[in-house]
Structures are given as structure tokens and as C-alpha cells.
Nanobody, 121 residues
Framework: QVRVVESGGGLVQIGGSLRLSCSAS????????MAWYRQAPGKQRELVAT???????NYPDNMKGRFTISRDNVANTIYLEMDSLKPEDTAVYYC???????????????WGQGTQVTVSS
């Protein structure tokens, strides 16, 4: 069984910063790519950033500049540093991990429950 858990969300002022964390745990043989997504009220879930096990990062064009994804492979943990936050960044932020599970259980994407980020004055 694999668990993915996010933390670090909360209420932040406009222009502020916030750091999210996400850890994968359980019966894991290897964690491959990991990613952050977000879903604002009434909108579709959108990709924020991805990172490979080798540390290669990728951001959609509309996410470049204010978001930084990083990774600790030993801890199977990724982070999302968010700067200069705007009200439109308000969303539930989800973490996803491409995991090769232990004991020959195969490879699949696992999702966390999400963490709420609210940007307000």
C-alpha cells in the first residue's frame, strides 16, 4: 500500500510565500516522477510542476517564475515553493507520485488528498 500526503497549506496574504510538502510512503520499491497539481473552485485540475527522480523539473508556461519544485529522494518527498502569491493561486493543491510498488505490485500514479491554499488580503 502506498500513501501520498501533502502538508503546508493555509491562508497567506497577497504577495506572500508558502512552501508545500508531499511525502510518499508505504510499500515502495522506487518513486519515479512526482508532480504538483492544483484545482481552483469551479475549474479543472491543472498541472503546476513536475520533477523526475533525477531532479529534472518542468513547468507549464503559466506557472514559470513564481513556483519552484524540489525533491528529496531519500525521503521520497517533494516541495513546492510559491512566491508572490496572488488571489488566483487560491486552490486545492494536489501531489501525485509515479510509484513502483514493492513485492511486484506494479507501477501506478498515486494521489494525495490535497491541501488548501488561500491567498487573501
Amino acid at each position: 500500500q502506498v500513501r501520498v500526503v501533502e502538508s503546508g497549506g493555509g491562508l497567506v496574504q497577497i504577495g506572500g510565500s508558502l512552501r508545500l510538502s508531499c511525502s510518499a510512503s508505504g510499500s515502495i520499491f522506487n518513486v519515479n516522477d512526482m508532480a504538483w497539481y492544483r484545482q481552483a473552485p469551479g475549474k479543472q485540475r491543472e498541472l503546476v510542476a513536475t520533477i523526475t527522480s533525477g531532479g529534472t523539473t518542468n513547468y507549464p508556461d503559466n506557472m514559470k517564475g513564481r513556483f519552484t519544485i524540489s525533491r528529496d529522494n531519500v525521503a521520497n518527498t517533494i516541495y513546492l515553493e510559491m512566491d508572490s502569491l496572488k488571489p488566483e493561486d487560491t486552490a486545492v493543491y494536489y501531489c501525485a507520485a509515479d510509484v513502483t510498488a514493492g513485492y511486484g505490485s506494479g507501477r501506478a500514479w498515486y494521489w494525495g488528498q490535497g491541501t488548501q491554499v488561500t491567498v487573501s488580503s
